[in-house]
Every structure is written in C-alpha cells, then in structure tokens.
C-alpha cells in the first residue's frame, strides 16, 4: 500500500555530486527516513537518517559529504551527496519508519 519511489540516481564522476529524492505515496510526518545503501554481497548499510524532529545520523563514511532533508508538505525526502567517491557506487534505497521501503536506485561512481 505504501509506495515509495526513489529518483535522481545515475552516473558520475569521482568529485561529482547528486541529489537523490524519495517520493511518499502516504504521509511522511510522524516517521523517522532515512537512506540506505547495499552493493552485490554486502548487507544493507545505513547511510543517513532523520527523525520527525529533523535530528539526523550519518554514517561515518559519509560524515561532511552527504546530507539529509526532508519535506513533509511533499512527502519527499533527500539526499544530498558530494564529492563521490567510487566506494559510494551502490543501489541507494529509501527507508519510511521501519518497515516500508523503496525499490532502489542504482548510484554509480567511476574513479
């Protein structure tokens, strides 16, 4: 029933930058978001989160790269990720509360 569909992901180049956006087909407020990644053969890693309260947690590969955001109006959440680096190349999934998730989307760093 709750669909939440990820976008802005794509190819760039080490140093790059891109957004990435998940779209709530239900109401985001009262829910804590966030962003996870996973690559073939490794589990699925937090990489941001935010609470209803606009606290929010990175991952330290991340810490000072990588930014969070929500919009509750929209039902949008983003992430925000500067200067890739190759090791960020993983499908990035959006996460609502703790149950519902995205399909993914595919991020793509070249060195």
């Known amino acids: 029933q709750v669909q939440l569909v990820e976008s802005g992901g794509g190819l760039v180049q080490a140093g790059g930058s891109l957004r990435l956006s998940c779209a709530s087909s239900v109401s985001i407020f009262t829910y804590v978001m966030g962003w996870f990644r996973q690559t073939p053969g490794k589990q699925r890693d937090m990489v941001a989160t935010?609470?209803?309260?606009?606290?929010?947690n990175y991952a330290d590969s991340v810490k000072g790269r990588f930014t969070i955001s929500r919009d509750n109006t929209k039902r949008t959440v983003y992430l925000q990720m500067n200067s890739l680096k190759p090791e960020d190349t993983a499908v990035y999934y959006c996460?609502?509360?703790?149950?519902?998730w995205g399909q993914g989307t595919q991020v793509t760093i070249s060195s």
């Open positions: 996460r609502r509360g703790l149950n519902n």
């Open positions: 935010i609470t209803s309260g606009g606290s929010t």
